[in-house]
């Protein structure tokens, strides 16, 4: 269990938050599309999932085997 709560940050614990928060609106106003929506966006940080993936907003580090060499500059006039 304790392994499962170290991955938890700020934006995760709003996110439930949040979801909850919708569920409980729904619930009071008898809107049962905002109960499942609300639903949906709990289970989200409870599984850790989101829109992008895991990695899936991140962009790859070219590697590359060539060294950079030093780049010269020509004045133009």
């Known amino acids: 269990m304790m392994n499962y709560l ?9 996110r439930l938050a949040l979801g909850i928060f919708i569920v409980v609106q729904g619930i009071q106003a008898g809107e049962w599309l905002l109960v499942v929506l609300g639903g949906m966006f709990s289970l989200m940080p ?3 999932i989101g829109c992008c993936g ?8 070219p ?4 060294k950079i ?9």
């Open 69 to 77: 060499t030093d780049t010269i500059y020509e004045e133009v006039r």
């Open 6 to 14: 170290r991955n938890w940050n700020v934006m995760r614990i709003l």
């Open 63 to 66: 590697r590359s085997d060539k």
């Open 54 to 61: 895991v990695s899936g907003c991140s962009t790859p580090i």
């Open 46 to 48: 409870l599984l850790n």
